[in-house]
């Protein structure tokens, strides 16, 4: 997929997250990077082949309700 130099990490690699960004779509809470990967903005991925990362949330997180 990637198409300049040095390539965009793989989205199989570890740091698949820093691959460039291809578009991005706020208003709908995703953003697709070169590498293929589709990034949520609560930190879940979809990769190419359908896999799913689950949102990766810091410890001690939480939802709060106004």
């Known amino acids: 997929m990637c198409q300049h ?3 965009c990490p793989s989205a199989d690699s570890a740091d698949r997250e820093s691959a460039r960004l ?3 779509h706020p208003e709908q809470g995703w953003s697709l990077l070169c590498n293929g ?3 949520f903005e ?3 991925e ?3 082949d359908g896999r799913i990362i689950a949102p990766q949330r810091p410890r001690g ?3 709060t309700t106004a």
């Open 42 to 44: 609560d930190t879940g």
């Open 22 to 24: 291809v578009a991005h």
């Open 5 to 7: 130099q040095p390539p």
């Open 37 to 39: 990967v589709v990034l």
């Open 46 to 48: 979809l990769l190419p």
């Open 61 to 63: 997180a939480s939802l």
